[in-house]
């Protein structure tokens, strides 16, 4: 309990009083050097690990480590000073419930409590581990309903925009450094029961993720099953249309679900471009106001192109609650 505590307490903001943080641009015509790109880019505001995939069941799951540098710089050399802080989220669908299990963390960086190595992909948080070595990612998360230890076997990396650069507005630097590697083969073992199935990952880094005339975005990653992938995103406006989306992709809602709980309403089935995404369950909302501070719904779809199934993957809808907040 106390060390659980400590973990609560070291999220919290070191001053209000300390100079502003000058964050890198991303900039065009990006050149990753791998492995160490899989690692931490700790001078930029945000960053995240995004793991999502489908195991045998049906069942759905989804793994994210965030990282954030805050936006006060603070000279203090004492170890407590916030100069990182880390997140993360872990969440199941199981059709079988009816709702999403989910559970969080949250950190500032240090006291072996929480750490994202530099030249490798290496992101903990207590007993919560995503780690790289070689083309293996471990994955091992002990949630409050639920306990997952997988294998995920990588091969090739997809850039994602231009060579990496993915523009997210206007202004040359709203955009981010994007990568993922889909298709992801996953063993392991789900609450000790063995499993296997599919997976995405997504890597991303940014200082100007969204433009302020935006108020959130619709993303999905899909496993197509032909051995080929499909990411789409858009990013709303505060108005209700589209402020910028990745190129030659339209979405459109077919059918919303409204939450019992926060009563926030979400288009849980979207037409993108010419495939049918359906989900495997409605209630795949995730609050995440105790670590990230927002309400979204992040859930397993299916894929239709003309009423057959031709891929699995995720589908992530947020500011329908409130404007995001990065």
């Known amino acids: 309990m106390r060390r659980r505590a400590f973990l609560g307490l070291a999220a919290l903001p070191w001053s209000s009083f300390a100079a502003k943080v000058e964050y890198p641009v991303v900039r065009p015509n990006p050149r990753f050097v791998f492995p160490r790109d899989h690692g931490a880019h700790p001078e930029f505001r945000v960053e995240w690990w995004y793991v999502t995939g489908w195991l045998a069941g049906p069942l759905g799951f989804q793994i994210t480590f965030f990282r954030a540098r805050p936006e006060e710089e603070s000279d203090n050399p004492s170890r407590f000073a916030p100069r990182q802080v880390l997140f993360a989220h872990a969440a199941l669908s ?12 949250a950190a500032r960086a240090g006291f072996s409590l929480a750490h994202a190595e530099l030249d490798r992909t290496g992101v903990w ?69 063995e499993v296997d199935g599919m997976a995405w990952l997504d890597h991303e880094w940014s200082s100007a993720y969204m433009a302020p005339e935006a108020a959130g975005w619709d993303w999905c990653g899909i496993n197509l099953a032909d051995g080929n992938s499909f990411m789409g995103f858009r990013m709303r406006d505060k ?44 209630d795949q909302e995730l609050d995440s106001r105790a670590s990230t501070g927002t309400i979204y719904w992040e859930g397993a779809v299916r894929a239709f192109r003309k009423d057959s199934e031709i891929g699995r993957g995720y589908l992530e809808l947020t500011g329908y609650w409130k404007p995001m907040k990065l």
């Open 239 to 282: 108005a209700g249309g589209v402020h910028y989306s990745s190129p030659k992709t339209e979405f459109r809602p077919l059918r919303t679900w409204k939450s019992p709980r926060t009563g926030v309403e979400y288009p849980v089935e979207m037409a993108v471009n010419d495939l049918v995404l359906k989900p495997l369950m409605d």
């Open 94 to 105: 199981d059709p079988k419930r009816g709702r999403l299990l989910h559970d969080q963390r």
């Open 125 to 193: 948080l207590d007993d919560w581990h995503l780690e790289l070595d070689g083309y293996r990612y471990q994955a091992k998360i002990a949630a409050r309903d639920f306990e997952l230890d997988f294998t995920l076997f990588a091969h090739g990396i997809v850039l994602q925009g231009e060579n990496g650069y993915s523009r997210k507005g206007h202004r040359s630097e709203e955009a981010s450094y994007y990568y993922s590697r889909p298709q992801l083969h996953v063993l392991g073992k789900l609450n000790g029961r």
